[in-house]
């Protein structure tokens, strides 16, 4: 059930500030890398972060956070912009100022200025999370959520709370719908166990000794660990690709889709599964260091850089002066011989295209009964493969006219084939390309595998 009233963000705001550049050589003075700086970027931080990611997916969101007149609270303000609605805390103090400083891309180091500390909240403050339809704590153990404790308690009562911890703040207020620690804050001081079940152990004693609904553990690159009170059946929920990147923020993101999604009535397993696929989505684009991620940008599956188009993915290989290699089939049923195929072709270049026979097509070829699976069913199970990077159809016999469009450099075929004789090998050399052989797996067939499947029948009735 959708919840009324808006999204209230509760946290310590911060001001984060990249310094980006290039390290090629070492200072004469120490082995401390020389940074030639090409450019220095700010943007808001901490709960700051989380509002403008949350601000992606809803347009009323406030955010409650400490902030002063200094310098950096000005540049926060103005970052922030119209984006979100600020209903400050007052701040005795500066507010605080993270700096990284990246070469190639990787941060060298990170220092850390200012601070202060939250005072009291106001009517208009406390009117926000009275009025929230849902609440993201984004605790940075710098107090502010400290400072509206019974407020939140109440507010947990009566609308979903998603707490993103932190190990110097508070734990999350009873009633609290999902809390979202990471593998590290979830641990123990003297508990450096890193299996499944010791996550899950841990998620749920967290989850009873807060008084939580779930505890996602957020586990990166392996996606989340959500759990209950009792420790009864545990979810896992994978990351649904490998994502390189910054990985600064991607809790943030993680909490904040969590949040909208639960506000917007989604069960707690639909919240992580969200969740999980966004922060990977945002981890490969770029993290917090992409501006366009959190300035009022679509999500960040929409502009995740490494696109499933086949024609935009080879656009870009060949545009960087890389290798395309395509190959082609019907793949009704997918076997040991189409993966071990796949694995091969992709090594060749720098990415691999499937080029595959529409149900037509595949009827024409095969005759009476086939497709065995539609062609939806055959893209998705092909494009789960970790060897292939994009999928595309075709209704003619031979794929020379999608081919035209792709334009690879490299053209594969499994089995017996002599590979000049192919039709695909004409039109690729036409712009230089090359189609080869490659060594098949001998034995494997769709229509082998079918027979197979037809005589065990009759057997199975028998018995």
């Not at 990249?18 to 401390?32: C, E, F």
Request: negative net charge.
């Amino acid at each position: 059930m959708t919840t009324t009233g808006p999204l209230v963000v509760v946290g310590d705001l911060l001001l984060d500030r990249d310094i980006v550049g290039d390290a090629t050589r070492l200072a004469p003075d120490a082995p401390v890398p020389v940074v030639d700086v090409g450019e220095e970027r700010s943007r808001p931080g901490g709960a700051g972060l989380a509002a403008l990611l949350a601000a992606r997916h809803r347009s009323d969101v406030v955010l409650v956070a400490a902030l002063g007149d200094d310098e950096a609270g000005a540049a926060a303000r103005r970052l922030l912009g119209d984006r979100v609605d600020l209903a400050p805390v007052p701040l005795a103090g500066t507010l605080p100022v993270k700096t990284r400083v990246l070469a190639g891309g990787r941060p060298v180091v990170r220092f850390d200025q200012g601070g202060g500390i939250p005072g009291r909240p106001d009517a208009r403050t406390l009117a926000a999370l009275a009025g929230a339809g849902a609440v993201l704590v984004a605790d940075y153990g710098r107090g502010t959520a400290d400072s509206l404790r019974p407020a939140l308690a109440a507010a947990a009562q009566r609308v979903p709370v998603v707490w993103d911890p932190h190990p110097r703040g508070g734990p999350p207020v009873a009633g609290t719908r999902l809390a979202t620690p990471n593998a590290a804050e979830a641990c123990g001081p003297d508990d450096r166990r890193t299996s499944l079940r010791a996550h899950a152990e841990r998620g749920a004693e967290l989850a009873a000794r807060w008084g939580a609904g779930c505890v996602a553990v957020t586990l990166g690159e392996r996606g989340a660990l959500l759990t209950r009170p009792g420790g009864t059946a545990p979810v896992l929920v994978p990351a649904p690709y490998h994502a390189e990147g910054d990985p600064c923020g991607a809790g943030d993101c993680f909490a904040a889709t969590a949040a909208t999604a639960l506000a917007a009535g989604a069960l707690p397993e639909e919240a992580v599964e969200r969740a999980v696929a966004e922060a990977a989505a945002f981890v490969r684009a770029g993290g917090a260091g992409n501006r366009f991620l959190w300035e009022g940008a679509p999500p960040a599956e929409e502009v995740e850089p490494a696109p499933r188009d086949a024609f935009e993915l080879s656009r870009r290989v060949h545009a960087r002066g890389g290798t395309v290699v395509a190959t082609g089939g019907c793949f009704d049923l997918l076997h040991a011989g189409h993966v071990g195929l796949l694995e091969n072709a992709g090594r060749i270049g720098d990415c691999l295209i499937v080029c595959v026979n529409s149900d037509t097509s595949l009827a024409r070829l095969k005759g009476p009964g086939r497709p065995l699976n539609p062609l939806s069913d055959r893209m998705r199970v092909l494009s789960a493969l970790g060897s292939v990077d994009a999928v595309v159809a075709f209704d003619e016999d031979t794929p020379v006219r999608l081919l035209e469009s792709l334009r690879p450099d490299v053209w594969v075929k499994g089995g017996d084939y002599r590979a000049d004789d192919l039709p695909e090998a004409r039109v690729l050399r036409s712009w230089g390309g090359q189609a080869v052989a490659l060594p098949y797996l001998d034995g494997h067939s769709t229509t082998t595998l079918a027979h197979r499947a037809a005589r065990s029948l009759p057997a199975r009735e028998a018995a």
